[in-house]
């Protein structure tokens, strides 16, 4: 199989506006990740994981190039002294950890400084996806559905049957191939002109976007909020969203300012993100629970601090299809800026169900760390001890802390 990774620009752009706050604030912190299949009927094989094993081992050989570096260089909220640290990092390979104990067959850890096991997270899931499908199934007929779901999306983004006003793909991480990835941003580029309600913003792919002409597009994940919030053993946990915050406005003002809601619940988040952070922050962004709900939710929380919602972003990207954000861009038209970032659906539309694979942090300086987000099933805890000890400092917060609305 030909080598899956071949620059190390082939991450989300997340990844570098959380590594350049981490270089900066947190490049002591250590970092366990841990690999999850959640789908039930998906078995990797002996030979699968050895060509995984391989593919992450040829990663591990890159080095950004002097023109990767002063493509990163350009985007206005990299700084200098991070782009020098790029020049010297490359991946470890020691850092990762290979088994076969999970039902699904394939165990995957990483460990080792947060600076380095972050970045890892994205290359390894298109690993394990585009091995997955080329050794599980016939990979040409999977493209050719492939091929021909994107046209009948492209036509009907052409023909007005979707109403989506800025979109981006946000599909590296569960993409069928870095084949499927460049066509489907290829082909909805090429036809940009002709939407008659959607524009293409960009791609979390920052290699695509480099190669494309496009906007890279991402701010934080999870482990932002996660590590930043728990890292630290001294902090309450409950007030992760304080802590995240706050060294995010340290680090980049009020550049590149979208933030993640549901990383302990979107009900503790409102209690931080009050008149200075919501002011600062150009957005919010959506990624679990109902997304109706949500947004009337946080255009209250606006409205309530004084801020006109339609200065500011909702960004929706929780298992969106073209139909489904369609509803929720007309439900919210005219009363908020309104973003999608739409993943699996394009990157990874085919006859064949898609994985759902995910790589999250388990562990943040020997400690136990947690998502709690608001829906079931998406948080990843290795031990349910310290997530009922995190859901305790949750509640108790939220039942005896009252929170002024004008509080800065």
């Given at each position: 199989?030909?080598?899956?990774?071949?620059?190390?620009?082939?991450?989300?752009?997340?990844?570098?506006?959380m590594?350049?706050?981490?270089?900066?604030?947190?490049?002591?912190?250590k970092t366990?990740w841990?690999f999850?299949c959640?789908?039930?009927?998906?078995?990797?094989?002996?030979?699968?994981?050895?060509?995984?094993?391989?593919?992450?081992?040829?990663?591990?050989?890159?080095?950004f190039?002097?023109?990767?570096?002063?493509?990163?260089?350009?985007?206005?909220?990299?700084?200098g002294?991070?782009?020098?640290?790029?020049?010297?990092?490359?991946?470890?390979?020691?850092?990762?950890?290979?088994?076969?104990?999970?039902?699904?067959?394939l165990?995957?850890?990483?460990?080792?400084?947060?600076?380095?096991?972050?970045?890892?997270?994205?290359?390894?899931?298109?690993?394990v996806?585009?091995?997955?499908?080329?050794?599980?199934?016939?990979?040409?007929?999977?493209?050719?559905?492939?091929r021909?779901?994107?046209g009948a999306?492209?036509?009907?983004?052409?023909?007005?049957?979707?109403?989506?006003?800025?979109?981006?793909?946000?599909?590296?991480?569960?993409?069928l191939?870095?084949?499927?990835?460049?066509?489907?941003?290829?082909?909805?580029?090429?036809?940009?002109g002709?939407y008659?309600?959607?524009?293409?913003?960009?791609?979390?792919?920052?290699?695509?976007?480099k190669?494309?002409?496009?906007?890279?597009?991402?701010?934080?994940?999870?482990?932002?909020?996660?590590?930043?919030?728990q890292?630290?053993h001294?902090?309450?946990?409950?007030?992760?969203?304080?802590?995240a915050?706050?060294?995010?406005?340290?680090?980049?003002?009020?550049?590149?300012?979208?933030?993640?809601?549901?990383?302990?619940?979107?009900?503790?988040?409102?209690?931080?993100?009050?008149?200075?952070?919501?002011?600062?922050?150009?957005?919010?962004?959506?990624?679990?629970?109902?997304?109706?709900a949500?947004?009337?939710?946080?255009?209250?929380h606006?409205?309530?601090?004084?801020?006109?919602?339609?200065?500011?972003?909702?960004?929706?990207?929780d298992?969106?299809?073209?139909?489904?954000?369609?509803?929720?861009?007309r439900?919210?038209k005219?009363?908020?800026?309104?973003?999608?970032?739409i993943?699996?659906?394009?990157?990874?539309d085919t006859?064949?169900?898609?994985?759902?694979?995910?790589?999250?942090?388990?562990?943040?300086?020997?400690?136990?760390v947690?998502?709690?987000?608001?829906?079931?099933?998406?948080?990843?805890?290795?031990?349910?001890?310290?997530?009922?000890?995190?859901?305790?400092?949750?509640?108790?917060?939220?039942?005896?802390?009252?929170?002024?609305?004008?509080?800065?």
């Amino acid at each position: 199989m030909d080598q899956i990774i071949t620059s190390l620009l082939e991450t989300d752009a997340y990844k570098f506006s959380m590594g350049q706050a981490i270089y900066h604030q947190f490049s002591d912190y250590k970092t366990t990740w841990s690999f999850k299949c959640r789908n039930k009927d998906v078995k990797f094989t002996p030979e699968m994981i050895e060509e995984i094993k391989r593919q992450i081992k040829l990663y591990c050989e890159l080095r950004f190039t002097e023109e990767e570096l002063e493509y990163l260089n350009g985007i206005r909220w990299i700084k200098g002294s991070y782009v020098d640290f790029l020049r010297l990092w490359k991946p470890r390979y020691n850092d990762f950890y290979f088994g076969t104990d999970a039902p699904c067959g394939l165990t995957i850890e990483t460990k080792g400084t947060w600076l380095n096991t972050s970045m890892y997270e994205i290359p390894t899931l298109a690993i394990v996806n585009e091995v997955y499908f080329r050794m599980a199934h016939d990979y040409d007929e999977l493209m050719d559905s492939f091929r021909e779901r994107l046209g009948a999306k492209i036509r009907s983004l052409i023909d007005g049957g979707y109403e989506l006003g800025a979109f981006s793909e946000f599909g590296l991480r569960r993409r069928l191939s870095g084949e499927a990835q460049a066509l489907a941003v290829a082909k909805l580029r090429e036809h940009q002109g002709e939407y008659e309600n959607s524009f293409f913003v960009g791609t979390s792919n920052v290699f695509l976007a480099k190669e494309q002409n496009l906007t890279p597009v991402g701010t934080m994940a999870h482990e932002w909020i996660m590590c930043v919030g728990q890292g630290n053993h001294k902090h309450n946990p409950a007030y992760s969203n304080w802590y995240a915050l706050d060294a995010w406005v340290k680090e980049y003002g009020v550049l590149n300012g979208t933030a993640l809601t549901d990383a302990i619940t979107t009900e503790c988040f409102l209690q931080d993100f009050q008149l200075t952070f919501a002011t600062l922050f150009s957005g919010v962004r959506h990624d679990s629970g109902d997304p109706f709900a949500w947004g009337d939710k946080m255009i209250d929380h606006y409205k309530e601090l004084g801020i006109d919602p339609l200065t500011k972003t909702l960004l929706f990207s929780d298992s969106l299809d073209f139909e489904s954000a369609t509803k929720i861009f007309r439900y919210f038209k005219g009363r908020a800026r309104i973003a999608f970032g739409i993943g699996t659906f394009i990157a990874n539309d085919t006859k064949v169900p898609a994985l759902n694979i995910v790589m999250k942090t388990t562990a943040c300086n020997g400690m136990d760390v947690a998502k709690i987000s608001d829906v079931e099933g998406k948080g990843l805890c290795r031990n349910p001890e310290y997530e009922k000890y995190l859901m305790r400092c949750i509640n108790w917060r939220l039942e005896h802390e009252k929170v002024n609305a004008l509080r800065i």
